[in-house]
Each structure stands twice: as structure tokens, then as C-alpha cells.
Nanobody
Framework: QVQLVESGGDLVQAGGSLSLSCAAS????????MGWYRQAPGKERELVGF???????YYVDSVKGRYTISRDNAKNTVYLQMNSLKPEDTAMYYC????????WGQGTQVTVSS
């Protein structure tokens, strides 16, 4: 059974930082692309970024330079470090895995107050 369990969501002031974690089980983590999506109220879910098994990474323009995705293959965990947070970063953040199949976590709420 595949599980992606996010943690770390919180309420934070603009300009602050937050770190999200996603613990994965039931997948071949070391060869999977791991990443994060987010969905703000009334908006479509968007890709925030990902880390491939080969070490490459991608970030959407709106978070470049502020967000960093890292992974620990020994712990089957992917992280999202978010700095210089803005109110428009407020969203439900979902962990995402892509290997032979695609999987999603349940989400963790990030709220940035102005």
C-alpha cells in the first residue's frame, strides 16, 4: 500500500520560512521523481517543483530562489524548504510521486499572513 504523508504545514507571517516533509512508503523511492504541488482556494492545482532520481530539479518561476526541494533516499523522505514566504503562497501543499504510477498525499495546509 502506497502512502505519502505530509507534515509541517502551519500559519506563518509573510517573509517567514517553513519546512514541509513527506514520508513515503510502498514505492521505490530512490528511483521515483518526488515533488510538490499546491492548490489555493478557487485555483487549479499547480506544480511547485520536483526532484528527479538522477538529481535534477525543477521549480515553477514563482518560487525560484525561495523554495528548495531535497530528498533523503535512506529515509524515503522528500522535503520542501520555503523561504521569504508571501501571502500568495497560501495553499494546500501536496506531496507527489511519479514512477511507474503517480501518487499523491493528502496535503498539508500552509497559510501566510500579511
Amino acid at each position: 500500500q502506497v502512502q505519502l504523508v505530509e507534515s509541517g504545514g502551519d500559519l506563518v507571517q509573510a517573509g517567514g520560512s517553513l519546512s514541509l516533509s513527506c514520508a513515503a512508503s510502498g514505492i521505490m523511492f530512490s528511483i521515483a521523481t518526488m515533488g510538490w504541488y499546491r492548490q489555493a482556494p478557487g485555483k487549479e492545482r499547480e506544480l511547485v517543483g520536483f526532484s528527479s532520481s538522477g538529481g535534477s530539479s525543477y521549480y515553477v518561476d514563482s518560487v525560484k530562489g525561495r523554495y528548495t526541494i531535497s530528498r533523503d533516499n535512506a529515509k524515503n523522505t522528500v522535503y520542501l524548504q520555503m523561504n521569504s514566504l508571501k501571502p500568495e503562497d497560501t495553499a494546500m501543499y501536496y506531496c507527489w510521486s511519479h514512477g511507474r504510477e503517480e501518487y499523491w498525499g493528502q496535503g498539508t495546509q500552509v497559510t501566510v499572513s500579511s
